[in-house]
């Protein structure tokens, strides 16, 4: 039987930014689609996952590119290592965004960071490494504004952003 529970009886569209659904490897909704019905394949057709079942709710003043980074951050730690793609990919995306964060990205970040978003669920032995992308996915999915302000303008968009990095890491670009 389908489940008739949609995301808009858990989050309302107010002050929300997004609605991340799946816990640390899900993805982050706009509230435009509020109305995705809590099940697997709708879900997963938006982008995010069933996962654990933790729904978060981000504040409008969320800057999207931040918060793939910090999730890309979190997931990289707790990557158990034992295949490349996850155990380097996830590193690579969440330095790469950390250089977007702080006013260094480049527009070909963005090319990279598609290519790590195919390179690590397809060489990943697990679950894991398949759903670790999902943050950076949506979040350049849906607000593909945030990343070309950072990049273009150096700016960032909800003037929330503190750069942690000084200097753009410089290294060799090995995916085929
Ligand atoms: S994909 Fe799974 S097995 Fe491979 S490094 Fe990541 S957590 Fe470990």
């Known amino acids: 039987m389908k489940s008739c529970v949609t995301l808009a009886t858990i989050g309302q569209d107010g002050d929300l930014r997004a609605i991340v659904v799946g816990g640390a490897e899900g993805g982050a909704l706009p509230t435009s689609l509020l109305d995705t019905p809590f099940d697997y394949d709708p879900l997963e057709e938006a982008g995010a996952i069933v996962g654990s079942s933790v729904i978060e709710l ?7 590119v931040a918060w793939a980074m910090d999730r890309s951050n979190y997931l990289a730690k707790e990557s158990c290592g034992k295949c490349v793609p996850c155990r380097l990919g ?3 995306i969440a330095g790469l965004l950390e250089g977007i964060v702080s006013d260094l990205g480049v527009s070909g970040d963005l090319a990279v960071l598609d290519e790590f978003a195919s390179y690590v669920p397809n060489g990943s032995l697990c679950g ?3 759903q670790a992308p999902n943050a950076l996915k949506t979040a350049k999915h849906y607000w593909p504004d945030h990343f070309q302000m950072h990049i273009e303008e150096q700016q960032c968009p909800t003037g929330t952003c503190i750069p942690v990095r000084a200097h753009r890491y410089v290294t060799k670009h090995v995916l085929p």
């Not at 981000?58 to 999207?64: F, H, R, S, V, Y």
């Open 58 to 64: 981000l504040p409008a003043n969320t800057c999207m």
């Open 90 to 92: 996830v590193k690579r």
């Open 128 to 130: 894991f490494g398949t």
